[in-house]
């Protein structure tokens, strides 16, 4: 029952931003690990940036700089603010939300492995 919708892609002009959010619902006690990868056409999923509960963020070389990741822990939401982006950094972008722990029906907790979120796709013009 835990799911995550992201919201914020859409086409920019090369050199624009884009500030992507993923809303986690659900009966979420915490999450660990929130973040954001990225899948171009005929190339693997990558990660691009992703935030521990405590702030500590980690980035992919290719967006260090540009790309800014930040989480609201009480509203359960992870952003990913990009600048300048380029041709490069087009393709689908995955919320991804590591270690839930949710709350159960019977009173007690599970924590899930890893939860996806839909994706939302990001174009980029030159």
């Known amino acids: 029952q835990v799911q995550l919708v992201e919201s914020g892609g859409g086409l920019v002009q090369a050199g624009g931003s884009l500030r992507l959010s993923c809303a986690a619902s659900g009966s979420i006690l915490s999450i660990a690990t929130m973040g954001w990868y990225r899948q171009a056409p005929g190339k693997q999923r990558e990660l691009v940036a992703d935030i521990s509960v405590s702030g500590s963020a980690n980035y992919a070389d290719s967006v260090k700089g540009r790309f800014t990741i930040t989480r609201d822990n009480e509203k359960g939401t992870v952003y990913l603010q990009t600048n300048s982006l380029n041709p490069e950094d087009a393709g689908v972008y995955y919320c991804?939300?590591?270690?839930?722990?949710?709350?159960?029906?019977?009173?007690?907790?599970?924590?899930?492995?890893?939860?996806w979120g839909q994706g939302t796709q990001v174009a980029v013009s030159s």
């Open positions: 991804n939300a590591r270690a839930v722990a949710e709350r159960t029906p019977l009173g007690t907790f599970r924590t899930l492995p890893d939860v």
